[in-house]
Protein backbone atom coordinates (compact mmCIF):
# COMPACT_ATOMS: atom_id res chain seq x y z
CA UNK A 1 0.00 0.00 0.00
CA UNK A 2 1.07 3.37 -1.16
CA UNK A 3 1.25 6.29 1.42
CA UNK A 4 -1.10 8.04 -0.46
CA UNK A 5 -3.33 4.68 -0.26
CA UNK A 6 -2.37 4.59 3.40
CA UNK A 7 -3.68 8.51 4.07
CA UNK A 8 -6.98 7.62 2.42
CA UNK A 9 -7.60 4.82 4.25
CA UNK A 10 -7.29 6.72 7.48
CA UNK A 11 -9.52 9.66 6.22
CA UNK A 12 -12.54 6.90 5.52
CA UNK A 13 -11.70 5.35 8.85
CA UNK A 14 -11.92 7.91 10.79
CA UNK A 15 -14.42 10.16 8.74
CA UNK A 16 -11.87 12.71 8.51
CA UNK A 17 -13.13 16.10 6.96
CA UNK A 18 -12.65 16.71 3.00
CA UNK A 19 -9.11 18.27 2.42
CA UNK A 20 -7.94 16.21 5.05
CA UNK A 21 -5.66 13.88 3.28
CA UNK A 22 -4.05 16.35 1.29
CA UNK A 23 -2.90 18.07 4.90
CA UNK A 24 -1.52 14.63 5.99
CA UNK A 25 0.23 14.41 3.19
CA UNK A 26 1.83 17.57 3.09
CA UNK A 27 2.63 17.35 6.99
CA UNK A 28 4.86 13.97 5.97
CA UNK A 29 6.00 15.61 3.04
CA UNK A 30 7.14 18.30 5.50
CA UNK A 31 8.72 16.48 8.05
CA UNK A 32 10.48 14.45 5.77
CA UNK A 33 12.06 17.28 4.20
CA UNK A 34 13.64 18.71 7.56
CA UNK A 35 17.27 18.44 7.96
CA UNK A 36 16.82 17.97 11.79
CA UNK A 37 13.23 16.65 11.93
CA UNK A 38 13.27 16.07 16.46
CA UNK A 39 12.24 11.96 15.45
CA UNK A 40 14.07 8.86 14.62
CA UNK A 41 10.88 8.48 12.27
CA UNK A 42 10.63 10.88 9.31
CA UNK A 43 10.40 8.85 5.98
CA UNK A 44 6.60 9.17 4.92
CA UNK A 45 6.01 5.26 4.62
CA UNK A 46 6.72 4.55 8.40
CA UNK A 47 5.43 8.09 10.07
CA UNK A 48 2.31 7.58 8.28
CA UNK A 49 1.35 4.69 10.67
CA UNK A 50 4.15 5.53 13.54
CA UNK A 51 3.28 8.92 13.89
CA UNK A 52 -0.30 9.90 11.84
CA UNK A 53 -2.05 6.83 12.45
CA UNK A 54 -0.85 6.36 15.95
CA UNK A 55 -2.26 9.89 16.65
CA UNK A 56 -5.59 9.44 15.14
CA UNK A 57 -6.61 6.68 16.92
CA UNK A 58 -7.49 8.63 20.05
CA UNK A 59 -10.21 9.97 17.51
CA UNK A 60 -11.71 6.44 19.54
CA UNK A 61 -12.37 8.79 22.58
CA UNK A 62 -15.82 10.48 21.87
CA UNK A 63 -14.86 13.12 24.48
CA UNK A 64 -11.70 14.11 22.08
CA UNK A 65 -13.80 14.41 19.15
CA UNK A 66 -16.33 16.97 21.12
CA UNK A 67 -13.26 19.17 22.58
CA UNK A 68 -13.46 23.20 21.52
CA UNK A 69 -10.11 23.40 22.82
CA UNK A 70 -7.13 20.77 23.22
CA UNK A 71 -4.12 20.73 24.32
CA UNK A 72 -1.17 18.49 23.56
CA UNK A 73 1.75 18.37 26.14
CA UNK A 74 5.21 18.03 25.77
CA UNK A 75 4.39 17.96 21.30
CA UNK A 76 7.70 17.14 20.43
CA UNK A 77 7.42 16.96 16.87
CA UNK A 78 4.17 17.98 16.65
CA UNK A 79 2.06 14.67 17.64
CA UNK A 80 -0.18 13.62 18.26
CA UNK A 81 -1.34 17.23 17.99
CA UNK A 82 -0.80 18.27 14.52
CA UNK A 83 -2.82 14.79 12.96
CA UNK A 84 -5.61 15.82 15.86
CA UNK A 85 -5.58 19.83 14.07
CA UNK A 86 -5.97 18.30 11.42
CA UNK A 87 -9.04 15.79 12.19
CA UNK A 88 -10.75 18.04 14.45
CA UNK A 89 -10.70 21.78 12.40
CA UNK A 90 -13.61 23.04 15.27
CA UNK A 91 -10.99 23.20 17.68
CA UNK A 92 -8.14 24.72 18.70
CA UNK A 93 -5.23 23.03 19.00
CA UNK A 94 -2.25 23.79 21.64
CA UNK A 95 0.91 22.45 21.47
CA UNK A 96 3.42 22.88 24.23
CA UNK A 97 6.57 22.49 24.08
CA UNK A 98 9.31 24.08 26.01
CA UNK A 99 12.31 23.30 23.32
CA UNK A 100 12.38 26.24 21.22
CA UNK A 101 13.86 23.74 18.17
CA UNK A 102 10.73 21.71 18.63
CA UNK A 103 8.66 24.59 18.91
CA UNK A 104 9.49 25.99 15.44
CA UNK A 105 9.55 22.62 13.81
CA UNK A 106 5.96 22.65 15.07
CA UNK A 107 5.14 25.73 13.32
CA UNK A 108 6.89 24.83 10.08
CA UNK A 109 5.04 22.03 9.65
CA UNK A 110 1.45 23.57 10.33
CA UNK A 111 2.22 25.99 8.48
CA UNK A 112 2.90 23.24 5.69
CA UNK A 113 0.29 21.36 6.35
CA UNK A 114 -1.99 24.62 6.30
CA UNK A 115 -3.07 23.81 9.77
CA UNK A 116 -4.42 26.75 11.07
CA UNK A 117 -6.36 26.00 14.26
CA UNK A 118 -2.72 24.75 15.65
CA UNK A 119 -0.22 26.41 17.58
CA UNK A 120 2.80 26.16 19.21
CA UNK A 121 3.14 27.05 22.85
CA UNK A 122 7.08 27.32 24.16
CA UNK A 123 6.15 27.66 27.66
CA UNK A 124 7.05 24.29 30.13
CA UNK A 125 3.50 22.79 30.99
CA UNK A 126 3.13 23.89 34.28
CA UNK A 127 3.93 27.46 33.57
CA UNK A 128 1.20 27.58 31.36
CA UNK A 129 -1.04 26.22 33.84
CA UNK A 130 -0.16 28.96 35.82
CA UNK A 131 -1.15 31.33 33.14
CA UNK A 132 -3.54 31.63 30.12
CA UNK A 133 -4.02 27.68 30.18
CA UNK A 134 -5.05 27.55 33.39
CA UNK A 135 -8.60 25.52 33.61
CA UNK A 136 -8.96 26.28 29.73
CA UNK A 137 -9.31 23.02 28.04
CA UNK A 138 -11.30 20.51 27.34
CA UNK A 139 -9.43 17.37 26.35
CA UNK A 140 -5.68 17.36 26.98
CA UNK A 141 -2.86 14.30 24.93
CA UNK A 142 0.13 13.35 26.00
CA UNK A 143 2.60 11.00 24.32
CA UNK A 144 5.58 9.58 25.22
CA UNK A 145 6.67 11.92 27.93
CA UNK A 146 6.71 10.98 31.72
CA UNK A 147 5.18 8.15 33.74
CA UNK A 148 1.32 8.23 34.27
CA UNK A 149 1.78 9.62 37.78
CA UNK A 150 3.45 12.83 36.24
CA UNK A 151 1.13 13.28 33.33
CA UNK A 152 -1.84 13.78 35.51
CA UNK A 153 -0.48 15.79 37.15
CA UNK A 154 0.66 18.16 34.18
CA UNK A 155 -2.88 17.90 33.07
CA UNK A 156 -5.14 18.22 35.90
CA UNK A 157 -4.96 22.31 35.96
CA UNK A 158 -5.17 23.03 32.15
CA UNK A 159 -8.04 21.05 32.07
CA UNK A 160 -12.16 22.20 32.73
CA UNK A 161 -14.32 20.52 34.83
CA UNK A 162 -15.72 17.32 33.16
CA UNK A 163 -12.25 17.50 30.66
CA UNK A 164 -10.98 14.79 29.59
CA UNK A 165 -6.71 13.39 30.10
CA UNK A 166 -5.87 11.24 26.90
CA UNK A 167 -2.46 9.81 27.40
CA UNK A 168 -0.79 7.20 25.41
CA UNK A 169 0.91 4.16 26.84
CA UNK A 170 2.94 1.30 25.64
CA UNK A 171 2.52 -2.60 27.60
CA UNK A 172 0.24 -2.23 30.87
CA UNK A 173 1.98 -1.73 34.44
CA UNK A 174 0.02 -2.09 37.19
CA UNK A 175 2.79 -0.45 39.80
CA UNK A 176 2.74 2.73 37.32
CA UNK A 177 -0.86 2.31 36.98
CA UNK A 178 -2.08 2.31 40.75
CA UNK A 179 0.81 5.12 41.48
CA UNK A 180 -0.87 7.18 38.60
CA UNK A 181 -4.67 6.57 40.25
CA UNK A 182 -2.97 7.89 43.63
CA UNK A 183 -1.62 11.05 42.03
CA UNK A 184 -4.96 11.35 39.89
CA UNK A 185 -6.96 11.57 43.44
CA UNK A 186 -4.65 14.51 44.45
CA UNK A 187 -5.34 16.17 41.50
CA UNK A 188 -9.17 16.36 41.16
CA UNK A 189 -8.93 13.84 38.07
CA UNK A 190 -10.50 9.85 38.16
CA UNK A 191 -9.57 7.11 35.92
CA UNK A 192 -11.97 6.26 33.29
CA UNK A 193 -10.60 3.29 31.79
CA UNK A 194 -7.54 2.23 29.59
CA UNK A 195 -8.36 1.66 25.56
CA UNK A 196 -5.90 -1.23 23.65
CA UNK A 197 -5.83 0.08 20.36
CA UNK A 198 -4.30 -0.94 17.19
CA UNK A 199 -3.95 2.08 15.13
CA UNK A 200 -1.48 -0.10 12.32
CA UNK A 201 -0.44 -3.06 11.61
CA UNK A 202 1.94 -4.79 13.59
CA UNK A 203 1.35 -2.22 16.65
CA UNK A 204 1.38 -4.76 20.01
CA UNK A 205 0.78 -3.38 23.36
CA UNK A 206 -0.64 -0.25 22.53
CA UNK A 207 -2.89 1.63 25.29
CA UNK A 208 -4.75 4.97 25.89
CA UNK A 209 -5.21 6.07 29.93
CA UNK A 210 -8.23 7.81 29.89
CA UNK A 211 -9.21 10.54 33.03
CA UNK A 212 -12.02 12.01 34.09
CA UNK A 213 -11.12 15.76 35.91
CA UNK A 214 -14.26 15.71 38.23
CA UNK A 215 -13.29 18.13 40.99
CA UNK A 216 -11.13 21.30 41.31
CA UNK A 217 -7.50 21.51 41.18
CA UNK A 218 -6.47 22.23 44.66
CA UNK A 219 -4.38 25.63 44.25
CA UNK A 220 -1.20 24.36 45.30
CA UNK A 221 -0.68 23.04 41.56
CA UNK A 222 1.00 23.43 39.28
CA UNK A 223 4.09 22.82 41.20
CA UNK A 224 7.21 24.48 40.39
CA UNK A 225 8.15 22.99 36.75
CA UNK A 226 10.24 20.41 36.82
CA UNK A 227 9.17 19.12 40.59
CA UNK A 228 6.81 16.91 39.16
CA UNK A 229 9.55 14.29 37.99
CA UNK A 230 11.17 15.05 40.85
CA UNK A 231 9.19 14.59 43.59
CA UNK A 232 6.16 12.67 41.88
CA UNK A 233 3.12 12.74 43.87
CA UNK A 234 2.95 8.56 44.38
Known amino acids: MTVHERIAELAEL ?3 PDGAAGQIQRLLEALAAEP ?10 RAVDQHVADSLSALEVEALRRAGRVVDIGAGAGFPGL ?3 IALPHARVDLIEAAGRKSALIERLAAAADIANASAIRVRAEEWAAAEGASAYDAATV ?15 LLTLNG ?15 AANRAAGEVGLRPVGVRAVTPYKGAR ?28 LA
Open 143 to 157: RAVAPLAVLVEYAAP
Open 36 to 45: DPHTSVAEPS
Open 83 to 85: PLA
Open 205 to 232: DLNLHLYLKESPTPERFPRRPGTATKRP
Open 164 to 178: TLIAWKGRRNEDEES
Open 14 to 16: YCL
